[in-house]
């Protein structure tokens, strides 16, 4: 009697002691897929349903729909969910036109030409299309394959198929190409634009990484990440090869699915030639960043704000601008790291189940000191840029969204020069 008393006891408490798995707050509410080939009896599975067990194999990121739909083996051995997604925008740029169909990123704003200040665009170059696979579900060596291809890049109505993931799973490990440990996707807001805030995370990379629960509420990651720079040299002999792995980590408490507050850093070296010395030399870049979304009755808020050293290209709009190291005016050869601040912050409201609103503010800082002589002039780099967002969603259905957006961003460089532009967006994406 005894024992059955403990029994019941010990199966109550494991039941209340459900891991807060972090789903993004605009994941469909649906528990269950729609439609099963093969073994329907697995979704009656209340320890490894084949629907948690798929989404918790995917991104944490808006921009993928939950799965709707698998095919399950009779052993429930294997599971292969399929998901693809079609979102066509029709967008009008007023003030200095933005010539980026899917993203709104205004570190790459430029002045306009005169009679060039409105711009229509149309594009379908966010859909996308990934495979999800899952083996072994029920065993503790359980093996996950996510690959998502996406058919955006080019100019104009240029298109061509770009990997945006490509991972395996397993035993608590993550090794493939994704995005950083160092980003927490779930702290982004559901926007049209593709780019977001430009102080948000925005790295994609070939990783390994480890990531566990240790209590169901605490979660520890750690990984190593190829390294990736991008100076502003004094001559294209300053550039080295990279020998040392990036070192990205977090430790996240989580009060439901959602709701959370992660803090995470990550640290590197930064190898460049000092050609004056004619000797290598490297440097340490780090960064620190607090995320966090919580849910309060009808919305959900976000937040997130980070600051480092020599990490420009952790920062969505630093990446790629030149800025992780940059001529250092006082010794001649050597490089020195820019700092870097930004933070955004939205809300989302939630009007029904199906119709939900977000308005977001962004900002992004860069401290670099003035210097001459570089490939890239001083003036020319982001001294900071603001960023807002404002959008109506309508879910008509579990697989399609209608949305209109409102989207307004302004650079200024260190030549004192500010440039603005304003978006309208509409919407139609089709997913499952």
Same mark, same amino acid.
Not at 101 to 112: E, W
Not at 228 to 238: A, D, E
């Given at each position: 009697m005894r024992l059955k008393i403990l029994s019941v006891c010990a199966t109550a408490i494991?039941? /209340?002691?459900?891991? $807060? &798995?972090?789903? !993004? #707050?605009?994941? &469909?509410?649906? /528990? *269950?897929? *729609?439609?099963?080939?093969g073994n329907e009896q697995a979704l009656n599975d209340t320890v490894d349903n084949p629907y948690n067990v798929l989404i918790d194999n995917i991104p944490s990121d808006p921009e993928y729909t939950a799965p709707h739909f698998a095919i399950i083996d009779q052993d429930q051995k294997f599971y292969l969910s399929i998901g693809a997604a079609v979102k066509a925008v029709a967008l009008y740029d007023w003030g200095n036109p933005y010539e980026n169909? /899917?993203?709104?990123?205004? /570190?790459?704003?430029?002045?306009?030409q005169p009679g060039n200040e409105q711009l229509l665009q149309m594009s379908i170059k966010s859909s996308s299309v990934n495979f999800n696979i899952v083996g072994m579900p029920k065993n503790k060596y359980r093996i996950g394959i996510f690959i998502a291809l996406a058919f955006n890049g080019g100019v104009g109505n240029d298109y061509y198929v770009k990997c945006d993931h490509a991972y395996l799973k397993v035993l608590g490990l993550t090794f493939g190409y994704t995005s950083s440990l160092y980003d927490d996707k779930t702290a982004d807001a559901y926007l049209i634009d593709g780019n977001g805030a430009g102080a948000s995370g925005g790295h994609s990379n %070939?990783?390994?990484?480890? +990531?566990? !629960?240790?209590? #169901? +509420?605490?979660?520890?990651?750690?990984?190593?990440?190829?390294?990736?720079?991008? @100076?502003?040299?004094?001559? #294209? %002999?300053?550039? &080295? @090869? +990279?020998?040392?792995?990036?070192?990205? &980590?977090y430790i996240q408490y989580a009060w439901n699915e959602v709701g959370h507050i992660r803090l995470s850093g990550i640290f590197r070296q930064l190898r460049y030639y000092d050609d004056i010395s004619s000797r290598f030399r490297s440097l340490p870049g780090y960064g620190i960043k607090l995320t966090a979304n919580a849910k309060m009755g009808n919305a959900v808020g976000y937040l997130m704000a980070q600051t480092g050293k020599g990490i420009a290209n952790y920062l969505k709009d630093n990446d790629g601008f030149n800025l992780d190291l940059t001529p250092s005016p006082e010794n001649n050869g050597r490089l020195k790291r820019p700092g870097s601040w930004g933070m955004l912050s939205a809300l989302q409201y939630n009007f029904t189940p199906k119709m939900f609103s977000t308005v977001m503010y962004g900002y992004l800082r860069n401290y670099v000191t003035p210097y001459e002589g570089g490939i890239i002039e001083y003036g020319s780099h982001m001294k900071y840029e603001h960023y807002c967002a404002a959008n109506f969603i309508w879910r008509a259905s579990s697989f399609v969204d209608i949305g209109i957006e409102y989207? !307004?961003?302004?650079? @200024?460089?260190?030549? !004192? $020069?500010?440039?603005?532009?304003?978006?309208i967006s509409a919407m139609f994406r089709v997913g499952f």
């Open positions: 494991l039941a /209340s002691m459900t891991i $807060n &798995a972090q789903r !993004h #707050p605009t994941t &469909a509410a649906e /528990s *269950q897929l *729609q439609f099963v080939v169909p /899917s993203d709104f990123k205004p /570190s790459d704003f430029t002045l306009a %070939m990783t390994l990484n480890w +990531q566990r !629960h240790i209590t #169901p +509420q605490l979660k520890l990651g750690v990984g190593l990440e190829l390294p990736k720079v991008s @100076y502003t040299t004094t001559t #294209p %002999m300053n550039n &080295a @090869y +990279q020998r040392i792995p990036a070192i990205p &980590a989207n !307004h961003g302004i650079k @200024y460089d260190f030549a !004192h $020069n500010s440039i603005s532009n304003n978006r």
